[in-house]
């Protein structure tokens, strides 16, 4: 059974970075069949993913254009964990983020959720 | 991007009803859709996948069906449990996935 338990700052102000980290049991962050997603959901965005990483023989990144310019999503296998970094944070990226395992397509396992608040 | 379009909003019915939940897609994404099931203060949970294959350990009373633009979700017997809010995904275009914004099942 896969868990995905995130962890980072609940808090971030307006104009730094937030970053979260996501930690894997149950599965390896090299799993060349799975892909390791960041969705985030707000009440006036809904469910929004973000990004992801994933590993076909090398590592890749697919970003949202929403946030293309702003995301990094990295992946620590000495630590089975994958990251998400967002710079420049405005009020707007208040949400709920969730870190995700994808299989088939499909987001099969979500991790607990943080609440991230952007404010001074 | 692809816009998913969810009907009805909101959904009133009783236990033992049949409830069904539309989803339709601006664009054809063949049978790259995904059904989830959120309760409050708790993450999605995965139902279906590819518009129709029921996940692991989920109850066979949950159904997914369609292709193309339009899409059903049917549960058959609503239970107690599954007063829910319920969300369609599409994951035809790799690079921008998009879900709708949800059906809220609620008590009659």
């Known amino acids: 059974q896969v868990q995905l338990q995130q962890s980072g700052p609940r808090l971030v102000k307006p104009s730094q970075t937030l970053s979260l980290t996501c930690a894997i049991s149950?599965?390896?962050?090299?799993?060349?069949?799975?892909?390791w997603n960041w969705i985030r959901q707000s009440p006036s965005r809904g469910l929004e993913w973000l990004g992801r990483?994933?590993?076909?023989?090398?590592?890749?990144?697919d970003y949202s254009v929403s946030v293309k310019s702003r995301i990094t999503i990295n992946p620590d296998t000495s630590r089975n964990q994958f990251s998400l970094h967002l710079t420049s944070v405005t009020p707007e990226d208040t949400a709920i983020y969730y870190c995700?395992?994808?299989?088939?397509?499909?987001?099969?396992?979500w991790g607990q959720g943080t609440l991230v608040t952007v404010s001074a | 991007d692809i816009q998913m379009t969810q009907s009805p909003s909101t959904l009133s019915a009783s236990v033992g009803d049949r409830v069904t939940i539309t989803c339709r897609a601006s664009?054809?994404?063949?049978?790259?859709l995904a059904w989830y099931q959120q309760r409050p203060g708790k993450a999605p949970k995965l139902l279906i996948y590819?518009?129709?294959i029921l996940g692991s350990g989920v109850p066979s009373r949950f159904s997914g069906s369609g292709s193309g633009t339009e899409f059903t979700l049917t549960i058959s017997g609503l239970q107690p449990d599954d007063f829910a809010t319920y969300y369609c995904?599409?994951?035809?275009?790799?690079?921008?996935?998009?879900f709708g914004q949800g059906t809220k099942v609620e008590i009659k």
């Open positions: 995700t395992r994808g299989l088939f397509r499909a987001v099969f396992d």
């Open positions: 149950g599965d390896s962050v090299s799993n060349n069949g799975a892909a």
């Open positions: 990483t994933f590993y076909r023989s090398k590592w890749f990144n």
């Open positions: 664009q054809s994404i063949s049978s790259w």
């Open positions: 590819q518009a129709s």
């Open positions: 995904h599409q994951s035809e275009t790799y690079e921008a996935w998009t």
